[in-house]
Every structure is written in structure tokens, then in C-alpha cells.
């Protein structure tokens, strides 16, 4: 009833609340959850006890680096749909020099992995579970460069409440009950059945909600990484060259070893010289403005560059005036996406290997013009296809006659009464985010994957291997720029955003679930500087997703029309949605789990705010 009454004011509302800091509720409805707030400090993350990890830092006297770091530990360490074998990339703000930094992190595809490889395997894409599903470890090192760069602590300090909770913690029911119904999968892998099955033989073979659950080759893979600091500190090591003495030891010693003999005993790829050679990246990320607001984001070898796109579409259009949620609006962003993800989904790709992604032209303000006059302000636009961002970067699109045939991939078979479970599955395949924020100025936002339950544990580690191979493709005609090939990179859906205004943070933010991501984060954006709502409004409001888009998971199916709606949706909007050829789906909660910072410079505080489902929260001070 909260929201049904929520969508309706919103969408009737006439009166522009100007934003001068944040009031508890601009709109007469009270959030599920109440905002956070803080002067000092403000950490959020997947898991609540992974967020006190990060208050735990930060009342030692660590900075934002430091304490997101700590929750990147313990959310690996809980297996929040992630673990250590996985997946990290970050934006960054620097005080010291008022600019963003990216980190990318993201794993490569190993020695061997190669299209003719899979296919010979009978394949369509790289498969999503397993080990050859495996690119090298990336969220370790992630971890270890933005402390040894930008962190203030050691790694023993920054690493205590992860160890703490490989010794044993009381394990959720969410990721037991997820251990549970993998089992048949976990099975398959000797390392994984011996860690994450301690009844085995039994009806229920997992852990229990509440079981004390422990991990004791992880908390040795951990306490080596923290000895050899020790080790290099004695020796007369700065904190900077102790951190990278552990993390030589994970990519280049005995753990390297037994990560790589433990992924090709079960059948996987990884070397340990695919473990030496691969490196952090920390790069410049790309940015747009959106009414003079910098919103910044990864780069092209993830989907970040989507909302982008979007914003440079969307900043053509009066929105406010169209009302939050109104047919109009939804069909606004919708065919918008549509064209962005079009994009994404045949242009992007690692930028380290040939050929060039087209990114100057996609991110054109002159090309989104030129976009948003292919919009059928009808019905929707079931064929969407590539644009030719070439000629906007003065080039000669080299795909024309390829691009005419694109698009002819599968199309889900979801059933008209509700959403396909396998394809939603793959849709909306999980994450989690850490945002982090400290009055010296640093601030944070990470959104780390993979080596998510049923996971495949390499060796005697505990570390669980990444399963993000499955989002390169096999076919360049599918797309030339994201074909697997040795040491690569693939287009992955993970996708930090940070937002200045003025030249000062204004909105740290981001969001777990796949191919959702930037398409939740766009709408959050929009709550809040088209319709004036608090961070915590913005991240409960009810949002939609289009389905339109090539899922970057799985079966890489797609859904042409498939809208999903909050059910607070009035019958009216979702009639006639229905009438401009959209597959209407409703779900009761639409809005995320998505995890944000406000920067109030009024009153010179934070504001904290995460959405109304699922475990993430934070803790502010």
C-alpha cells in the first residue's frame, strides 16, 4: 500500500523540492529503511557484518581505502555471491588530487582459452560454472593495490575481521540455503564439497542458518599472505613494499601454485604463469556530464559506458515534466536503454586488445542526438540495433554490412503468465557492492563478483575461482571486440559509478545483479536530481528493467519488449505499456539492492542509503 501511494504522489507531484541538502522524506511517504547518516565516516556493503568489518577500520583510524577493503575481505570471505578467486574494479576519489581513479582488477582468460577451444567442446559460449569458467584471480591483487597505493593501514589490520570470520561466523540463512540448493553442483569438485558440505551424507548437506561455519584452508591462505607482510616489515620493508611482498606470494608462490594445480586437477585452464603475468590496472576512467553533473564510470570492458550513453541521450528530454513512472517516462528510458545497450552489447570490450572499441564516438554528445531520433515514440522497438558512432570520431564504420545482420540470436521462451526462472537466473546473476566514504575526502565504490556459490575451489586454498568467462562470446559476428582469446579481459556487467558537482563527490553508488545494473543505477541517478528524492527514496523507489538487451550470462538470450514492473504500477500505466507492445512482469520490489552515499555540503555530513531488500546496509558515523 506504501508503495502504490509513493508511486502515485510521485507521479502526480507538480512542486520541484530544490535540493538544499536532504530532508528525512521530501515526498509524504516513509522509507522501509531509514537513512544513514554520519559526519566522520560512512561504510555499506552486501552484508551487515561485513560492514561493521569496515566501522571496525575505521574506528582504528583508517581511512575509506582501508575500511573498504576490510568489507571487500569479509564479503569474499561470507561468499556474498563472491569470493576470493573472483572479480574487483573500483572507482576512486582522490582528495589530494580532486580526480577518480579506476582499478580494474577483472581476471583474464587463461592459456588455452580460445574460441576453436570451446567450440571444439561442443559449446555456444564458455560455460558458467565450473572451472574452465574460470579467468585468473583478480580480486585478491584488487584488494592489495588499493591498500598498498591509497591505504593508510596494514594488511594484517585490514585482513583481522575476514580471518576472524574464516575461524568460524554463524552463517546466514540466504547463503546457506543457496550452498543447499547447489549441492548437486558443489559435488562435483573434491575441494568445494569438502568445505562448503560439513553433513554430508545427510538430507540437508549444507550448513544450517546460524551453523558456525568454517573455513580453515582460506584463514591459511590469509595468514600466509599476512606472515610474508610481517616477514618484508622486519626486513626493513615500507608498509607499500610489505603489502606487495604478500601479494607476490598469492600470484607468484606457493599459493599460485596450489591455485593453479588445483584448477587443472578439476579439469580447469589456469597456469601459474597466467598467475604471474597478469597485473592490476589502474586507469582513467570515462566520464560524461549530465546538466553539468560528472558522472564517471569504468571503462569499455565493462558496461559501465551504458549509463552514460543513456545520460547523454536522456539530457535532450524535460523528464521532470513527463512524471515519475508514467508511461511516457518508462517508455522514455526504456527505448533509450534499448539503443545504449544495443551498443553494448556488439562495440564493447577489453581496450588492450585489437580492434579498437569506437568509445569516443559512443560517448559523443553529437551521436546521442543522432540516436534519439531512431525513437518510435509509439510502441516499442523490438529490433533495436548498433548505431555507427564511427563517422563521430571522423572514422569509417568497418562493420556496416555486419552489423545488417546482427541480432538474429535466440530469444527467450519465458512464459506468458511470468518471468522464465532459468532466464532470469542468468539475467540477474549476483554481485555486491562496498561504498565507503571518510571526512579527509577519499571515497569509494566497488562492485567485486565472482566465485559465487556453487563455486569451484581451487586446491587446498579455499579460494574460490571467478565463472566469469561466460560473458566472452565465440562468434565475432556476435561481437568482434569481445571474442575470448588468451590473457583477455571479458565484457563483464560489473559497474561503479561516482558522481561531482561542483568539483566535490556528490554521489558514490552502485549496485549488484547483472545485467540490471546500469539500468537501476540509471533510474536511481534520475530519482534523484529529476525528482528530488533522498538517497534513501531513491534507492527504494519502485524502478523497471527492460529485458531487451543480450544477457551477458548463461544462454545470452534476450526478452524483445520484456518490461518488468513494480506491482505498485496503477492498471492504467501497465495498460497502456501493454498497448505499445511491451510483455508486462511485475515483481513487489523492483529497486536494487542498490548501496549509495549523499554528499551533503550544506551541512557538510553523509548520507547513506541502501535499498529496501535484500542484506545490504551500513553503519555511519
Known amino acids: 500500500m506504501k508503495l502504490k501511494l509513493l508511486l502515485c504522489t510521485l507521479a502526480l507531484a507538480s512542486v520541484h523540492y530544490k535540493l538544499v541538502g536532504q530532508a528525512f522524506n521530501n515526498f509524504p511517504v516513509t522509507t522501509q529503511k531509514p537513512p544513514l547518516h554520519g559526519k566522520h565516516w560512512m561504510a555499506i556493503t552486501g552484508k551487515p557484518l561485513a560492514a561493521i568489518a569496515g566501522a571496525m577500520i575505521f574506528s582504528k583510524g583508517g581511512n575509506a581505502i ?54 571444439n567442446k561442443g559449446m555456444k559460449y564458455p560455460p558458467d560454472l565450473g572451472p574452465l569458467a574460470a579467468t585468473t584471480p583478480g580480486t585478491a591483487g584488487g584488494l592489495m593495490t588499493m591498500l598498498a597505493e591509497y591505504g593508510t593501514m596494514s594488511l594484517k589490520q585490514v585482513l583481522a575481521p575476514a580471518m576472524q570470520l574464516a575461524e568460524g561466523y554463524p552463517i546466514e540463512a540466504q547463503t546457506a540455503n543457496s550452498i543447499e540448493r547447489g549441492k548437486d553442483k558443489i559435488k562435483q569438485w573434491p575441494y568445494s564439497k569438502k568445505v562448503f558440505l560439513p553433513h554430508l551424507g545427510e538430507k540437508r548437506e549444507a550448513p544450517d542458518a546460524g551453523e558456525v561455519f568454517v573455513q580453515k584452508d582460506l584463514l591459511a591462505t590469509l595468514q600466509k599472505l599476512v606472515d610474508t607482510e610481517t616477514q618484508a616489515l622486519k626486513k626493513g620493508k615500507t608498509r607499500k613494499e610489505a603489502i606487495y611482498a604478500a601479494y607476490d606470494r598469492f600470484y607468484k608462490g606457493d599459493i599460485a601454485k596450489e591455485i593453479a594445480r588445483g584448477c587443472q586437477e578439476q579439469g580447469g585452464l589456469i597456469t601459474e604463469q597466467d598467475l604471474s603475468n597478469w597485473k592490476v590496472k589502474i586507469e582513467e576512467p570515462l566520464m560524461t556530464t549530465y546538466k553539468g553533473i560528472e558522472v564517471y564510470k569504468m571503462q569499455a570492458w565493462t558496461q559501465g559506458p551504458v549509463m552514460l550513453q543513456a545520460l547523454n541521450m536522456l539530457e535532450n528530454f524535460d523528464l521532470k515534466s513527463m512524471g515519475y513512472n508514467s508511461s511516457r517516462y518508462v517508455h ?24 579498437e572499441e569506437p568509445m569516443k564516438g559512443l560517448l559523443s554528445k553529437e551521436y546521442a542526438k543522432e540516436r534519439i531520433k531512431q525513437i518510435n ?56 557492492s562496498v561504498e565507503a566514504a571518510d571526512e579527509e575526502g577519499w571515497v569509494v565504490s566497488i562492485t567485486p563478483s565472482g566465485g559465487w556459490v556453487p563455486a569451484c575451489i581451487a586446491g587446498n586454498t579455499g579460494v574460490g575461482l571467478s565463472q566469469r568467462m561466460q560473458s566472452f562470446v565465440l562468434d565475432p559476428k556476435e561481437n568482434p571486440f569481445n571474442v575470448v582469446e588468451p590473457g583477455k ?127 545490504d546496509y551500513g553503519i555511519g558515523w
Open 66 to 119: 582501508d575500511a573498504s577493503c576490510a568489507m571487500l575481505a569479509s564479503t569474499c570471505t561470507m561468499w556474498d555471491v563472491l569470493s576470493w578467486g573472483g572479480e574487483t574494479q573500483a572507482l576512486i576519489y582522490n582528495p589530494k588530487t580532486k580526480k577518480v581513479i579506476a582499478l580494474n582488477a577483472m581476471g583474464v582468460a587463461p592459456t588455452g582459452a580460445t574460441a576453436d577451444f570451446f567450440k
Open 332 to 355: 522514455t528510458l526504456y527505448q533509450t536503454m534499448n539503443l545504449a545497450f544495443a551498443d553494448r552489447d556488439y562495440y564493447y570490450g577489453d581496450p588492450a586488445f585489437a580492434p
Open 377 to 432: 515514440w509509439e510502441k516499442n522497438d523490438p529490433k533495436t540495433m548498433p548505431g555507427d558512432p564511427y563517422p563521430f570520431e571522423g572514422k569509417t564504420n568497418p562493420y556496416t554490412d555486419q552489423i545488417k545482420n546482427w541480432g538474429v540470436k535466440q530469444v527467450s521462451q519465458r512464459n506468458v503468465n511470468g518471468l522464465d526462472e532459468k532466464f532470469m537466473e542468468e539475467f540477474t546473476a549476483g554481485t555486491t
Open 489 to 615: 579481459r571479458p565484457r563483464v556487467t560489473l559497474t561503479p559509478s561516482l558522481a561531482l558537482k561542483d568539483g566535490k563527490p556528490f554521489l558514490s553508488f552502485a549496485k549488484q545483479a547483472g545485467d540490471e545494473q546500469d539500468q537501476l543505477l540509471l533510474q536511481f541517478f534520475l530519482n534523484i536530481v529529476e525528482f528530488d528524492m533522498t538517497v534513501q527514496e531513491a534507492t527504494e523507489a519502485p524502478s523497471f528493467k527492460t529485458l531487451q538487451m543480450y544477457a551477458s550470462f548463461g544462454d545470452h538470450e534476450k526478452e524483445p519488449g520484456g518490461l518488468i514492473l513494480n506491482e505498485a504500477m496503477p492498471d492504467w500505466t501497465r495498460k497502456e505499456l501493454s498497448r505499445m507492445g511491451y510483455k508486462n512482469s511485475y515483481q513487489p520490489r523492483t529497486s536494487g539492492p542498490i548501496n549509495a552515499i549523499y554528499f551533503d555540503w550544506i551541512h557538510g555530513t553523509l548520507w547513506g542509503g541502501s535499498s529496501n531488500h535484500g542484506e
